[in-house]
């Protein structure tokens, strides 16, 4: 597997960031969250390399913001 990509949203009531990757296979997936983008990343990594088997593992972790920032200009 190439890549795999994490959707992330912020939870409104802990205010932490919450990521979550669905295995297009149906087996299964990986949800994890992190007080901060930094916290999330690391977060990623480590339940990435627990979930894949030795040298199963994707080469890019593509991480997708569901709620992108929205700017107002007056």
Do not use: K, N, Y
Request: hydrophobic residues 40%.
């Amino acid at each position: 597997m190439e890549e795999i990509t994490f959707q992330v949203q912020r939870d409104e009531q802990s205010g932490c960031l919450v990521a979550w990757w669905d295995d297009s296979d149906g087996a299964g997936g990986i949800t994890t969250r992190g007080q901060d983008l930094r916290d999330l990343q690391q977060q990623i990594t480590e339940a990435v390399a627990v979930h894949f088997d030795d040298g199963a593992a994707p080469r890019r972790i593509r991480i997708h913001f569901v709620s992108d920032p929205i700017l107002v200009q007056a």
